[in-house]
Each structure stands twice: as C-alpha cells, then as structure tokens.
Nanobody, 119 residues
C-alpha cells in the first residue's frame, strides 16, 4: 500500500520562508505526478503546485514567483520551497501522489501539515 508522508510546516512570520517535503513509499514506481494542495478553514482544498515525473510544473497564480516545487524521482520525494510568506498562505498543506500506469489511475494523499503565517 502506498503511503504519502509530509514533513515541515509550523509557524513562520510574514515574509519568512519554509520548506515542505513529501515522500511516497510502498511502490516500486515513481509517481506520475506529485503536488501540493492547501485548505484554509471554511474553504475548499486548492492546488498550490504540481510537478510531473518529467519535471513540468504548474502553480496557482497566488504563489507564482514565491513558491518553488521540485522533486527527486529516485527518492519519490517532492519539495515545496515557500518564500515571502503571507498570512493568506496559512492553511493545512496536503501532498498528493498520482500513479497512472496504463490507465490504472490511483491517487494517494498525505495526512496534511499545518502552515501558519503570523507575527
């Protein structure tokens, strides 16, 4: 069974930086894509950033220029470097790993990690 585990998160001051990491284990294959999503209280879960196995990336408009997603395929790990953090970035951040082999699509979510941006 695939497991997705996030690390990082916590309290950071506005303008500060934080790095999240997420590792997918339990599969001999590297995920087709890995991404970060976030959910603030009372809001829906939205995409923050996504990266494919080939390295193509996608970002939410609100984080472009501030956040950078990267991955290590050999370690099945994805990273999210967050700079110039704002209070609006406060949310629970979730990692998702997607496996799609010959049409057999499966996605796995981590348990989430809280990021709080506050002075």
């Amino acid at each position: 069974q695939v497991q997705v585990v996030e690390c990082g998160g916590g309290l950071v001051q506005p303008g500060g930086s934080q790095r999240l990491s997420c590792a997918a284990s339990g599969s001999i294959f590297s995920p087709n894509s890995m991404g970060w999503y976030r959910q603030a209280p009372g809001k829906q879960r939205d995409l923050v950033a996504l990266i494919t196995r080939q390295g193509a990336t996608e970002y939410a408009d609100s984080v472009k220029g501030r956040f950078t997603i990267s991955r290590d395929n050999a370690k099945k790990t994805v990273y999210l470097q967050m700079n110039s953090l704002k209070p609006d970035d406060t949310a629970v951040y979730y990692c998702k790993a997607v496996f799609d082999r010959f049409g057999d699509y499966r996605e796995y979510w981590g348990q989430g990690t809280q990021v709080t941006v506050s002075s």
